[in-house]
């Protein structure tokens, strides 16, 4: 009886819910993929070529090229960071690196960032549906209507996010088979000469395309719920290059559709290419792609939510449900804050300058700021 109790004070104690190592806070190499996939392909893939074809226009397909090297570096410098730190995440970096109190400061400014992502993403959602669905109605009642999926999705966990985030992509590949109808009825001459815009204008082109590829900042967040750290590197270089397969055929076959005066004055020519897809029984075939890009839409606002949360709970001593219930009523209040298309896109490109920075600068600022001070993560025991 003694040794048996002796046996049991011994057995380490369970983890709380919200620690990484906790069985449902766990994901694996393929759903830390999908995760990094499918969330930076939200809202803005459906209007990022009109952005860069207004820089470098014919030659957006190659400006497109380009932006896929930013969320590849942005990798590379996150995974020497990562790896330095062992089992760390942002969060945790940030109070090794800076201590308790300036780290919390940190923290709090990296969490802000997230829902400053889940709430413009929800609120350009919101527009786009206002836009073509429901002109009438409010767009609070919209915002509502949509929490009530992120909110789920975010407070589930990561595990449930990572699963979803599978589920999403197999729900949703049948739309590129819809681009067979833009295509036939587009020109390839559109797309002639290459490179005939210079290279200033194709990389200032890349760089409009900064918030399509936002997502991958999101890596320094995920890392301590991965269990197989060593499949990290090539699960996010997966998931990068083929973002930029999406968004290239988006682009060709864009470029293809449209002449570029019309491009200049469409503001979602992914959605106006569909409305030329020629079904039967369907009147109106893009109404049905709104409605089944709302799983990807929950995906990308539902896991920057849970990023931001993860941060707020780990830095401020407040209830889960306390934090959710104001992140809420905040979501309610900025909705109705941005009225017109003008202040979204202001608040776009204040978003793609940021997340850009965070991505690719942030990383490699931190990891050379480590290698000065010397600090690094201990081998867990």
């Known amino acids: 009886m003694r040794e048996a109790a002796v046996r049991h004070s011994e057995t380490p104690a369970p983890y709380a819910p919200e620690h990484p190592q906790h069985p449902r806070n766990r994901i694996n190499g ?7 996939h499918t969330v930076p ?23 497109v ?18 790896k330095r730190f062992r089992t760390m995440g942002i969060y945790e970096i940030h109070q090794q690196l800076f201590g308790r109190w300036v780290g919390k400061i940190f923290n709090l400014a990296f969490a802000s960032y997230c829902l400053y992502a889940f709430f413009m993403t929800l609120r350009t959602f919101t527009e786009l549906v206002n836009t073509w669905l429901y002109p009438m109605m409010s767009p609070w009642v919209l915002s509502l209507i949509f929490l009530v999926p992120m909110i789920y999705a975010s407070y589930a966990g990561i595990q449930l996010l990572g699963r979803y985030a599978i589920m999403t ?19 390839s ?3 002639l000469p290459f490179g005939s815009n210079g290279i200033s204008r194709i990389f200032q082109g890349s760089l409009l395309s900064a918030l399509s590829v936002l997502g991958f900042e999101l890596l320094m967040v995920y890392y301590p719920f991965v269990s197989y750290k060593k499949d990290v590197l090539p699960a996010a270089t997966i998931a990068s290059w083929s ?4 968004y290239l055929i988006n682009a060709v076959v864009s470029i293809m559709f449209f002449s570029l005066p019309q491009l200049s004055k469409t503001i979602w020519p992914m959605l106006t290419m569909f409305k030329h897809v020629q079904v039967p029984f369907i009147e109106r075939f893009e109404t049905i792609v709104i409605a089944v890009w709302i799983l990807k839409v929950v995906n990308t606002a539902g896991t920057y939510l849970w990023a931001g949360v993860d941060g707020m709970l780990k830095t401020i001593p407040v209830k889960k449900w306390v934090l959710y219930g104001l992140i809420l009523i905040l979501a309610l209040v900025f909705s109705n804050a941005l009225h017109t298309r003008a202040e979204i896109n202001t608040q776009l490109n204040f978003l793609s300058k940021l997340g850009l920075g965070l991505m690719i600068g942030y990383p490699l600022l931190l990891w050379l700021l ?8 201990v081998e867990p025991s």
């Open 41 to 63: 392909i939200g809202v803005g893939v459906l209007g990022m070529v009109r952005f860069i074809a207004d820089k470098a226009g014919h030659d957006a397909p190659l400006a």
């Open 30 to 36: 393929i759903e830390l993929m999908f995760l990094l």
């Open 65 to 82: 090229l380009i932006s896929g090297l930013y969320p590849q570096v942005g990798v590379l410098f996150m995974w020497l960071l990562l």
């Open 169 to 187: 992509f197999f729900l949703t590949s049948w739309i590129l088979v819809l681009i067979y109808f833009p295509i036939m009825e587009g020109s």
């Open 370 to 377: 480590s290698l000065v001070l010397r600090k690094k993560g």
């Open 189 to 191: 001459s559109y797309l």
């Open 243 to 246: 973002v930029t397969l999406v």
